[in-house]
């Protein structure tokens, strides 16, 4: 199995310094899980960030940044802890930590004879979520108003941009018009993050889309 389409060094240095939102955080770190390649490109990243500091010399805390880092202790945090046992089916870890198992026990929500999803979590305007689409699958064509990463676990799809197979990360834009079919053989399960809802083209879709969060 081999990866075409990895995370640009921006998204994986967003990632590496801490400044990637949840949902994109969870997304990078699950394709890492398939990709030794950016597992180091992450590791030196950090390296190079550690020796920076090291090199800096030390500023003057302020009184107002050192009261705002203590309120900010007392907010609640939601962290997701992975499940301790090993997964059976080869659920990334990150992943694990959000469903609260493995893949195969995911319980799905029906969207259609074909196509069924799973709600992770939203944070603003953000949102994360599993889709699962029978082999043959077409979403629909649509364009985007914000991000749409959609990471393969399982199966693969295509679209104008190309084909995506397991490990394989997508991001589109609002420049991208695409309408991705899930390959033939098995179903295609993904890993999407958007940050703002999908413009779908098809009057159903267009109301359906914002019934089931898209
Ligand atoms: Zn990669």
Partial sequence: MSIR???D???LLA????TADEATGLIIATHMAFCPQCRQTVTLMEKIGGRLLETLPAAPLSRQALD???ARLDE???VAVPPRAPSKDGTPQP???YLGGDLSGVRWRRMGPSLAYKPLF??????AKLLRGAPGTEVGAHTHRGMEYTLVLAGGFCDVTGRYGPGDLQVADSHVRHSPIADPGE???NLAVTTAPLKFENLIQKIAGPLFGF
């Fill in 76 to 78: 609640p945090v939601a």
């Fill in 15 to 18: 990632y590496a310094s801490g």
């Fill in 122 to 127: 939203r944070r603003g305007g953000i949102s």
């Fill in 5 to 7: 389409h990895h995370p």
């Fill in 95 to 97: 992943l694990r930590a």
């Fill in 9 to 11: 060094e921006s998204l």
């Fill in 68 to 70: 705002a880092t203590l």
């Fill in 187 to 189: 179903d295609c399960i």
